[in-house]
């Protein structure tokens, strides 16, 4: 059945026709990744070598016309578009086109689009990336000091079981959406779940509300296809017979079609899960991968500070002497002052292949300065570069030793090319969150 035959498998009205006319281009405008990264990405992407980062990546690509996070701006401009569009197409040849044809196509295009985009929060989730498990560093920063979003992510990563449960109800919703029996099911799970994180975005200041709602949107759409026939079933209790359209597709199309959603299932849930699981062990990107100073991490006590040669004791309110610091398993070191500190607010979900990029630890939060570090295990110097982007040209230069395994003596110059010693002696503290909550507690 051709999508220009003026035999329609139902009656539209010129009103319905003139409706759905902006709804399919507006609909079909949302779900194409019109974004003004995808040339930079696509010649980003090592397509030899892909890996779980990239994936995400495709799935999150949406209309963005505008560069930064995203904004209901963009949605207006892809509206203006469709509206326009509109217009032609009621000029055009194809005014009369087999409109129950087009719908079902477009609620093809918003199935898939939707799957693509749940499943790819989902695996980041079952595999418990999203929300990893506070670092040391968080672990030893005061509660006010976190953003309402830090503490939402820390309190989901540190129970990884329920942070997997929900990646699998994501994933469960997505695998429903690729089958057309089942969409209407896994619109419905979709609307509950995103719904929620929608609300969580704005009750906890995320920066995921407007992709949340994208994808609401989204399940709104291809849940409306049944909507009246389950109002009917279920509240009227009328007999209700289903939707069994479909086109008739020419012999060549129908291997298209089941090779199409056999990439889909191979490339976006089979591949994207084998190497988010591998990723999981070997890179967890909200951390640095690059391993910071053998045997160091834990967190230290200032024992001794001195500016310039003068000694600074230990003061709760003095801004320039450092309270404590924490060198983390991987290239991270925090020093907790009295410092103020800019909070990094970046709280959309980005996955980045280098450590420099890698801001989870240090964004929403005041309470710690982060510095990533570089090495020269040769000299035994320390090459820190202040992580927050409020902070750029931050910089110390340090030397270390180690006299014993529980101290680091630091000396070298800050930012202001004063000169500094820092006596550091490691604390054996204990962390409820990781320990047992079924077996006594000795601190």
Sequence with gaps: MSITDTQQTSHWTE??????RFVFLFFALLSLPLSVDLFQFIFGVNWLHINYGDIFNITRLSPKFIPGPDSFINWLIVAVLALIGSFAWAGSKFKNANYDELYYWLRVIARYRLAIGIIGYGIIKVFPLQSPFPSISNLNTAYGDFTDWKIFSMSLGIVPGYEAFLGGVEVLAGLLLLFRKTATIGAAIILVFTGNVFISNLAYEGGEYVYAFYLIVL????????ALRIYNLLSLEHPTLPNKFKPALPGRLAPIRIAGKAFVLF?????YGFKASTGAKQDAYQFPRTPGLTS???LYNVSVFKINNKDLPYSATDPIRWKDVVFEKWA?????TNTPVVVDSANYEQIFNKDHDRNYESAGTAGRHYYSYKIDSVNNVLLLENKNHHYKGDKLILHYTRPDTATIILTGVDQKRDSIYVVLNKIDKKYPVQLSRRKSLKL
């Design 15 to 20: 009103r319905e026709k003139t409706i759905f």
């Design 219 to 226: 399940a709104l759409f291809v849940l409306w296809f049944d």
């Design 267 to 271: 490339f976006f849930v089979l591949l």
């Design 296 to 298: 160091a991490a834990g």
């Design 332 to 336: 991270t070191i925090s020093i907790r």
